[in-house]
């Protein structure tokens, strides 16, 4: 039998993961954000650029996974590359001296 597509230590679906989870979480923060604020008339975040970095902590979850439970290390660098490589284009965008 052949193991389901999230199984397998390939950089692809590493990469796949990394971009995806973030994506989902950073709807789910944002819709969740205007309803607030539209009720209340509050924000989550001071700026709207900070649901950017919190959703990168999506990826936090399913790196220990690939690395500690299952050791495919090539999708754990996956989602780890997209991670890092998110984290540095947002402080370069938003933090340029």
Do not use: Q
């Given at each position: 039998?052949?193991?389901?597509?999230?199984?397998?230590?390939?950089?692809?679906?590493?990469?796949?993961?990394?971009i995806t989870l973030p994506f989902l979480l950073f709807m789910l923060l944002?819709?969740?954000?205007?309803?607030?604020?539209?009720?209340?008339?509050?924000?989550?975040?001071?700026?709207?650029?900070?649901?950017?970095?919190?959703?990168?902590?999506a990826n936090l979850f399913p790196i220990r996974h690939y690395f500690v439970k299952l050791r495919y290390e090539k999708t754990g660098m996956g989602i780890l590359l997209i991670t890092i490589l998110a984290i540095l284009t947002y402080f370069f965008i938003y933090y340029e001296s």
């Amino acid at each position: 039998m052949k193991p389901g597509i999230l199984k397998r230590d390939v950089w692809a679906i590493g990469i796949m993961i990394g971009i995806t989870l973030p994506f989902l979480l950073f709807m789910l923060l944002y819709a969740v954000d205007t309803t607030i604020h539209n009720l209340l008339k509050i924000n989550l975040t001071e700026h709207f650029h900070y649901l950017f970095l919190l959703s990168l902590t999506a990826n936090l979850f399913p790196i220990r996974h690939y690395f500690v439970k299952l050791r495919y290390e090539k999708t754990g660098m996956g989602i780890l590359l997209i991670t890092i490589l998110a984290i540095l284009t947002y402080f370069f965008i938003y933090y340029e001296s």
